[in-house]
């Protein structure tokens, strides 16, 4: 029996600190296979993805995944808990025996000593995580703040004022809330710098840091090439030379207004995390708005933070209506879209088949549900981010094409 | 008392023939005042405007027509029978003393003729566009059919089955719906050709030839110079040095994807004129366009023709609401937006001002009504065809800006 290690990721895109931490993973889990279930193309924090679900799932795979599975959109673009909560179910249903994140103490006793206590005290959590709520401040800000308040809280519990700490301590909330069987650890994530990865010394940055110099730099790709393995290089440059131009929200904005412009705040009010009135705000601002980046700035406030913002702005990009959002809120995922594998990890999927209760879905065409349809709506909008002259046989592509193999 | 006339109109843009139906009508009239109901940024075959309804009213003015008004949304982009409702009403309201529009025969009598046969009819008439609806063509071409078959009808009628008949049958048709003290009368229209126009002898093109010229020849301005009055080749120019581009489908094409791929069946039903189920045909061959031309061509069948498809494109876009737009089935118009004006036309509008019982609205943002923000969400759809980086400012100034004075 092969021992599959599960690692839950974004690969925006895929870089020597996201190299190290899988190596380092798989070291100490000592893991014959690695899965990984990723973000499609909308991402955690409300963002498009630099380059589509496909291109970053070959990255993965190059670079030693095994199975790449994709996380659905209705779990992928929610807050940390629902997003923590959807990928451990799919790992679990994918008979992983270990899971393993990063953090910043590379230590798992506190996550789970942590995750313990407030399970027992969940009630007095959640009533402190309110009473800070109706201050005027974000929801991230008052759990935080309810963590830091509340009475008896261990002496080694993580620090969830850390975002980083935020999703450690729901994966292994959600292994508890699911019952599940897998182990779980932590390995300690590796700062910006210079780090033994690969088969040699690796400059390390992160994956906004990356995006940003793309983006802002004079775009030039070569400025990166030391912060990511060449496979992903290559990914990168085969991407820029086949279409041009990364994708950034900037590239949706377009579409954001004319949404903005032609919908009612009624019917605004349909889109999941649309409440409070919200969106008078965002019809008054979009009329004065020269780019997202601006738009968002004026919409932003201490209760209505930039990430809760482009999430609810992603929503109504993909006109993520109320009904299927809220099913993952309640549910776990009902199939499991495979987006791509190695020939270890085929052979694995082979031995794990019959034991996996949910559909694998290779290829479109051949299913749906309502998760899978909100995912059809998503990479079709998605794919509007890309010059016209590709959208059709993109979405052909999205509907016919089998998962990749390397 | 200045005797007024009344125009409904579309200018897109103005042309010799229009410069020529504007000075025939005013000399048969003996008018001293002109007045056009024009359509606003999109127009009844369901397009938008070669250029704004701004440049398209100054166009007007400065071809010696006094008053331009605008023609809601909810009318300008219906059927011929709710259009002519829409603009003799407002040219009504506009006490205006007499209409006169341009016709193939210049005879008024067979409109009148028809016009009262079939009001004395109407059961009939109707029943016989029902049975042909039925055969599955579409309902111009049933009521063209039906009134061919009626038995009794008058010998001099006129021929409905030709679409120019039928705008001025509807205008006739209406006059008597509103119980109007207003006169009609038609004028010849001319044909391609050389005729006498303004000084000399100019050249007579078509609306759609010119436009044709303009986005499908090499786009040289210059190749329809001899084709349009001066001043409209002066607006032309000035639009094109400010914006670079003329508008039209293809400038909205990425939008209405965009729609069209995040809204289900059921939403979009929403839509007015979205009826027995056309938007799954919609949503399937969006995905295989690669333009809104070979879109529309593949959509189009006998029963849904080129016209129709592409009026309930724009309602998609503008997300034209059933509830508004119904409303322009049973009420008349419910105020009237000027969009310029010359001195004679000011001075005119002083004097019939306290007899209007509209509201007269000469800058936006002091009123609103439904079918007014029907009109602002059409406009703000509209100015989304233009480059990015004016969109803010032509935001503004649809708000801001009274009417245009020469």
Known sequence: MMKSLGLIVEYNPFHNGHLYHLQQAK????????????????????????????TRAKMALEAGVDLVVELPYAFA???????????????????????????????????????????????????????????????????SKAFATIPNRPDEAVDLAKPNNILGYHYVNSI????????????????????????????????????????????????????????????LIKHQHEFGQFLNWE??????????????????????????????????????????????????????TWTRLQRL??????????????????????????LGMSENGQKHLNTIKKKVELPIVSTLSKYSDDFMEMDIKATNTYILGFPSRFHTTLWKQEYANPPIRI
Chains 1, 2 share one sequence.
């Open 251 to 304: 590239g949706y904005f377009e579409f954001l207004k004319h949404r903005l412009i032609t919908f009612s705040a009624d019917e605004l009010s349909e889109v999941y995390e649309c409440v409070e009135g919200i969106q008078h705000r965002l019809k008054d601002q979009i009329l004065r708005s020269e780019s997202f980046q601006s738009f968002l700035e004026s919409v932003k406030t201490k209760r209505y």
């Open 176 to 235: 508890r809330e699911n019952d599940s069987k897998m182990h779980i650890d932590t390995v300690q994530r590796t700062g910006a710098g210079y780090h033994e990865v690969g088969h040699g010394t690796d400059k390390i940055a992160s994956a906004t840091g990356i995006r940003k110099t793309l983006f802002e730099g004079n775009g030039k790709l070569s400025e990166i090439e030391e912060l990511v393995p060449p496979t992903t290089y290559k990914g």
């Open 313 to 338: 702005c992603t929503h109504i990009l993909t006109n993520a209506n109320k009904e299927v959002m809220n099913k993952a809120l309640r549910e776990q995922p009902t199939s499991i879209r495979l």
């Open 27 to 54: 070291k100490q889990s000592q893991a014959d296979v690695v899965i990984a279930v990723m973000s499609g193309n909308f991402l955690q924090r409300g963002e498009p993805a630099l380059v589509s679900k496909w």
């Open 77 to 143: 673009t929610q807050r940390a808990d629902r997003f923590a909560f959807g990928a451990v179910s799919i790992l679990d249903e994918m008979k992983c025996d270990e899971i393993i994140f990063g953090s910043e103490s590379g230590k798992i006793e506190p996550f789970l000593k942590t995750v313990d206590f407030l399970r027992e005290n969940e009630k007095e959590y959640n009533e402190w995580i309110q009473r800070h709520v109706k201050t005027g401040i974000s929801y991230p800000a008052a759990a």
